[in-house]
């Protein structure tokens, strides 16, 4: 076969693979409410029977929310603590009243950004592994009784067909809005409570609006798989 014929055949083979717009766009994106682009949040955390928010075991499940759609920007899953949660301050008195603040470490899960974002190159969504997840949680304490509690969260990803870990994500802001231990039910327009294992239909958790978000990216190389058009002709020279 001439050398010309044979890389008319390999381009062939391989244009699914050299046909992704790119990798998303550098920058830093915030919230609506910050005066950026992207849709503020909602999120939940799950629990198995004898589970807690602060115990190992627990699921998350975060996804914007615009007013009208619920997920329509980005949004992640399946991320679960491993282990208990680090007591970092207890103020709490005789009393019962004071706050208590955690340290929370997911591991795994995966997110997803919608390829309408401002990060977008034109692919139609951006999805990768969660590599690092942690949530300080504080606990607001009225005769020992729990009345509110606020959270803010770190993370990083990676973005699947690039090489290198440059995804990071922070939320400033999130409210506990209510949770099954106080007799709470789920409302509309929130992420599903998620069973263990992060199978669909739990039954135990707590339910958050997230606030103050912010997004950023910055160094996608792009994959070993993905090669120039005059690397694949030097292969024929």
Known sequence: MRSTAKVALLCALILPTIAMAGAPLEGTWRSTDLGGPVPVGRYTESWGAGGGAVLAGTMLNASSWDGVTLGGSWSYSCATELTNALLLDDSVDAQGFGTRTWRKSFSGGTIWLSGSGPWSTGDPQYTGPIVSYVEFETVTYVAFTPIAATTNVQAAAMITGYDTLCLGFTVGNGAKIGDTPSGGTLPANYPALMAPGCAPGGVNGAWWNF???????????????????????SLYR
Not at 219 to 229: A, I, K, P
């Open 211 to 233: 606030a103050q978000l912010t997004l950023y990216i910055t160094n996608c190389s792009v994959g070993t798989e993905e090669q120039s058009w005059g690397g694949i002709k």
